[in-house]
């Protein structure tokens, strides 16, 4: 009998660890607002960034198209050091004046230990900004409405039940 126990124990023991280490892992819907710039649509890049400010993770790309992704320049630069596979992760560019609603997963244990999201934009022919949109990615800041600096007005983040 007492090992019938043991082994429920142990069972639910582990059941709960796993669940813990996915429970890590929280969905983010993010409403980005553009500006009412002049040009071509926007493709944007949105990274985790590490605390010493490194490319840790490629969350989103909004632009379909391989061809322009060198344009962002510092993160081509991480993309050659770490090839990631972005298929899973791609959308649309974004037209100046319009809205883009994404979603995408954000590693919790993250939170409140210096990392950033990083929002880069690039337009064919125009400015490329590096850091169009940063947000602290701590539990107040990420979901607060955040003013962009370039092509972004702003964003927003929720987080997804």
Known sequence: MKSVFKNHYITALFLLFSATSFAQNAKYKCMLQMTNY????????????????NY????????PDKQWYNGFKEWDKAQKKKKEKLDAITGASV???????????IDESKMNKGYKLRFETAVEDQNYHVTDVEIPLTTT???????????????????VQ
């Open 56 to 63: 840790e993770k490629t969350l989103y790309m909004m632009g």
């Open 141 to 159: 800041a990420v979901t607060q409405r955040t003013e962009g600096k370039g092509y972004i007005r702003y964003v927003k983040l929720n987080k």
């Open 95 to 105: 037209a100046a004046g319009d809205r883009s609603i994404t979603t995408f997963t």
């Open 38 to 53: 002049k040009g071509l649509e926007a493709y944007v890049v949105v990274s985790l960034i590490d605390p010493q400010g």
